[in-house]
């Protein structure tokens, strides 16, 4: 988020304050002033590009006849000033969205079937989180799925799972399913089923009952046996094989 912020300038009898609070590209004009001085009132109006987006204004005149009420009221005109100054920063920082934020948004809207409304979702969050992998998986997924850019799609999947391989040396097997799951629906999209089983595969190697994975293999009728057929697939010497087996067919 960028800010570019507290351009004040103040006149020699406190009677003006403005600031400039740039965030995300956006300008504002803060400007707090004493614009009626017999009464003693003090308003403080926001602008963006000309127009007024808010104004608020103080009466003063419960001290107008109190000993330093001339700094009182400089006093207060400053700490308004501030405090409007400080409030717009505050609620603009709130609205900018975390990738996090974001890609339970785009699950959301997938468990809903909206598939377009969530690559419109991550289209709009890559221009801010350009190289996060979690985003960059579901939009190469679905701009396969549903743009029909099958080479495109695969290529920024594939990606995301390099950049998770550099971004987490450690503990990345337990994101690997979900990558797994976007590459090989990528895959499937377009029309190369061998990679695609062979993908959800690497992706069970390290959860062996991943829910979608297994529906994925199921839906088109593939389903390996267990590394150890003596035990269970959740066994945790089948996982332990798996996951050592992923790494040596790790996706290059």
Not at 118 to 143: D, I, M
Not at 159 to 179: H, V
Not at 216 to 227: A, F, Q, V
Request: positive net charge; contains cysteine.
């Amino acid at each position: 988020m960028e800010k570019k912020d507290i351009i004040k300038i103040r006149s020699n009898l406190h009677k003006e304050f403005s600031t400039t609070v740039v965030i995300d590209g956006r300008k504002y004009l803060i400007l707090t002033e004493d614009i009626e001085p017999e009464k003693k009132i003090i308003t403080t109006t926001v602008y963006h590009k000309g127009k007024i987006l808010s104004a608020k204004t103080l009466d003063c005149r419960h001290i107008m006849d109190k000993p330093g009420s001339q700094k009182k009221i400089a006093d207060l005109l400053y700490k308004q000033h501030e405090t409007i100054a400080s409030t717009l920063r505050q609620e603009n920082a709130a609205a900018i969205k975390t990738p996090s934020i974001f890609l339970n948004e785009v699950k959301n809207l997938l468990q809903r079937k909206n598939k377009r409304g969530a690559l419109g979702l991550l289209t709009k969050a890559l221009e801010q989180y350009p190289y996060e992998p979690f985003l960059l998986s579901y939009y190469g997924c679905l701009e396969a799925v549903i743009n029909k850019n099958y080479s495109y799609g695969i290529d920024i999947c594939l990606k995301a799972i390099k950049m998770i391989d550099e971004k987490l040396p450690i503990g990345k097997e337990f994101f690997y399913p979900a990558f797994y799951l976007n590459l090989g629906r990528a895959y499937l999209a377009s029309g190369d089923k061998k990679n695609a089983v062979e993908t959800f595969e690497k992706g069970l190697s390290c959860e062996r009952e991943n829910k979608d994975l297994l529906w994925e293999i199921k839906k088109l009728g593939e389903r390996r046996n267990t590394l150890v057929p003596y035990f269970d697939r959740s066994h945790p010497l089948n996982k332990y094989i798996g996951m050592l087996l992923h790494k040596m067919t790790k996706v290059p």
